[in-house]
Each structure stands twice: as C-alpha cells, then as structure tokens.
C-alpha cells in the first residue's frame, strides 16, 4: 500500500485546504467551505478563525453570515496566491468540487 502523503504547510491540513478553496473560489463562507471539506462546520470555523487571527484571511459580515477571503492586504499576497496555485495540484478532489459548485441562483420557474 502507497502512501500519498498530504501537504500542511499552514499548520494544518484543514487550514490548508481552506486556503487552497479560497484561492479557487474567490470567497466563501464557513458552511459552504465544511461542506466541501467534508469536516463539520465548528471545524472549519475554527480553521478560518485562527487563520484570520494569523491576517491570511479577512472576513466580512454579509447580514447574518461571514464571508471570508483571502486578505487582500496582507504582505506577501501575490507570493502567498502563487504558492496557493501551485499547490491546487495536490488536492485534485477540492479542485473538482470548486468547479462543480454553483454559485448563482437558479432562474425562478426553471425545472431542475
């Protein structure tokens, strides 16, 4: 049996992972990030807290619901979304889930 090691250079493979979606879809909020990480949403609001406290992500209420990014001012940002890139690679399966997602609304009256 092979095994395929996981990459967790930010300190976790969680936080990893979580980067790796916001640098595919641009932003997203906790439930639609556990959902596609398949861990529980208290899991991945914790990784999207301590991964705001380190400033690699910004988080901004959008009513009742935050939304969260990469942060935009954040020092090494373009080195930070390069790396990020690179490492999409090695999660094949996010990459595949960030792509079937649909972020827009449904046309009213359209059959499914």
């Known amino acids: 049996m092979e095994v395929i090691p996981r990459p967790a250079p930010f300190g976790s493979a969680t936080r990893t992972r979580a980067l790796v979606l916001l640098q595919l879809l641009g932003s997203s909020y ?6 596609l990480l398949g861990v529980s949403v208290s899991v ?3 990784a999207l807290a301590s991964l ?3 400033d690699l992500v910004a988080a901004q209420a959008v009513g009742r619901t935050r939304v969260y990014r ?11 979304e390069a790396y990020l ?3 999409v690679a090695a999660f ?3 990459d ?7 972020r827009r609304p449904r ?5 499914l």
Request: glycine content about 4%; cysteine-free; charged content about 40%.
């Open 30 to 35: 906790a439930r639609e990030l556990a959902r």
């Open 52 to 54: 705001e406290r380190d």
């Open 70 to 80: 990469l942060n935009p001012r954040y020092f090494a940002r373009g080195e930070l």
């Open 107 to 111: 046309k009213a009256g359209k059959p």
């Open 85 to 87: 890139r690179r490492l």
């Open 96 to 102: 595949a889930a960030a792509t079937r997602l649909r």
């Open 92 to 94: 094949p399966d996010l």
């Open 44 to 46: 991945a609001q914790k």
